[in-house]
């Protein structure tokens, strides 16, 4: 197995996230379509083939093929229902930290994020819903569709593939400090998402740490899944 050092754990984590960042908020300023639609497609063609691109080249150079392997060393077997069971936990403590925590981030950092954003163009932020509504019908069905494809299946899946498996377990420093290393910096990863990192790492470095020990990544993965497709069904049912 090819060990992954501070600088190299640093650039596969930033690079992808700068790229997808960096396109999006250039082409953001000639967008014609919903910046949401538009940050999905540019994760699909960008961040995504990025991360997968690096599990597949480690998994050909580690086990002679082109595949997911890399992202699953080391890891176990559990019951299904046991990780559902764990994934729905997690789950729930995170729809309490989306409560009494968000709400306190949100406020700490309103005023920045106000002035960051009257500085772009109004479709960068994302809770301006009446920006939204101005679309046809046809193009917010396709936005939402999109949207929770990506957001709820091929983006979750691949971070999780990517940062609780491949880097994971690659890193050269191998302790129960490293999922939580790892998942602070998946928190400031997103770029696109600045202002709710405390919010982040709250809910994600724990089932980072369980997924860890439990060697079992499907966890992560399933909480992942579980707490996008949670802001998705929100999202529809607020522009629909």
């Not at 559990?78 to 069971?85: E, H, L, Q």
């Not at 509504?133 to 990506?150: A, D, E, H, Q, R």
Request: proline share 4%; aromatic share 18%.
């Amino acid at each position: 197995m090819n060990k992954i050092d501070a600088k190299g754990l640093l650039l596969r984590i930033f690079v992808p996230s700068a790229v997808l960042s960096l396109s999006y908020l250039l082409l953001g300023h000639f967008c014609n379509i919903p910046y949401i639609l538009l940050f999905c497609i540019l994760g699909t063609f960008t961040l995504v083939p990025m991360e997968l691109g690096v599990i597949l080249s480690a998994s050909k150079k580690e086990y002679g093929t082109y595949s997911l392997k890399s992202a699953f060393a080391g890891q176990e077997k559990i019951a299904v229902w046991k990780i559902f069971a764990i994934a729905f936990v997690f789950f729930g403590i995170a729809g309490l930290l989306s409560v009494f925590v968000a709400p306190v981030e949100n406020q700490i950092f309103a005023t920045l994020r106000r002035n960051v954003l009257d500085n772009l163009p109004v479709g960068f932020d994302w809770t301006n819903y009446e920006y939204m509504k101005s679309f046809s019908k046809p193009i917010l069905i396709l936005t939402c569709v999109y949207y929770g494809i990506f957001n709820v299946l091929i983006g979750p899946i691949t971070e999780e593939l990517y940062f609780r498996g491949y880097l994971t377990s690659h890193y050269k420093k191998q302790s129960s400090i490293t999922p939580m290393l790892i998942g602070v910096l998946f928190s400031l990863y997103h770029f696109w998402l600045p202002f709710n990192n405390v919010f982040r790492t709250l809910a994600f470095v724990p089932v980072a740490y369980v997924a860890y020990k439990k060697k079992n990544l499907h966890i992560s993965i399933y909480f992942h899944c579980l707490c996008n497709l949670f802001s998705v069904a929100g999202f529809i049912l607020t522009v629909i």
